[in-house]
């Protein structure tokens, strides 16, 4: 897409979709955000939670960054926009939920899985980012798995270890502990549509079933 497909885009979107909830942007300018859910994705162009999960504008607080990572607390990190993020919405804007999702085919989960995270020419951020998720790695490695399910599963690591990091936060952990917050893993699939969601209980991702009108593709 060039940049005169995008202008387009937003005239196309100022006819349509913003006339049809101009009311609706009124307000939400005069009256603040109020949303309920955090989202925390991959930055990857194919899973936007807002096409996938069909929200309005002011629904979702949406954080993307590399892989759907976590980083685990730590008083050393500085410039930290995970951490700036979930503090706003954790504290200022009172979110009832938070959900991780990870996706398929992930460039980040890829380049962990593989080892060439740390060896892109000339990057000097990735490498660290990514190390973050190496315990997710090994736990990955551990299970016997045939090589073409390695992926998959090293993106439902890094959704179990975000998850866990999350609690590392104190402000997160104790309102997961009392109920004011709700922790949610997720993994969408892209090509086939398909969203499965993280199971507390038995620790599995299990699909989360559409209204039976879907296409099966
Ligand atoms: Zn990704």
């Known amino acids: 897409m060039s940049i005169e497909g995008l202008l387009s885009g937003y005239r196309r979107f100022r006819r349509t979709r913003f006339l049809a909830a101009h009311k609706l942007f009124r307000d939400l300018e005069a009256r603040g955000q109020s949303p309920q859910i955090m989202f925390i994705a991959c930055c990857d162009s194919r899973v936007d939670p807002a096409t996938i999960f069909d929200t309005s504008p002011g629904e979702v607080f949406v954080l993307r960054n590399v892989a759907n990572l976590v980083p685990p607390n730590s008083p050393i990190a500085r410039h930290q926009a995970t951490g700036a993020a979930l503090e706003f919405a954790v504290l200022h804007l009172n979110v009832s939920h938070i959900v991780v999702m990870g996706h398929a085919h992930c460039g980040g989960a890829a380049a962990l899985l593989e080892g ?10 990735i490498g660290t980012w990514m190390n ?3 315990t997710a790695r090994d736990r990955m490695m551990r299970l016997p798995l045939p090589p073409q399910e390695r992926l ?6 890094i959704v179990r270890l975000s998850l866990e990091n999350l609690l590392t ?12 917050i709700a ?11 398909h969203l499965s969601m993280f ?17 099966d593709v």
Do not use: K
Not at 183 to 193: E, T, V
């Open 132 to 134: 973050i998720a190496m």
């Open 183 to 193: 922790l949610h893993g997720m993994h969408f699939g892209i090509a086939d549509g």
């Open 199 to 215: 199971d507390p209980v038995t620790g599995q991702f299990q699909t989360v079933l559409t209204d039976g009108t879907a296409v």
């Open 169 to 180: 936060y104190p402000w997160i952990g104790e309102r997961v502990e009392d109920g004011r």
């Open 116 to 125: 060439y995270h740390n060896q892109i020419p000339n990057a000097e951020f």
């Open 152 to 157: 998959l599963h090293m993106e439902y690591q």
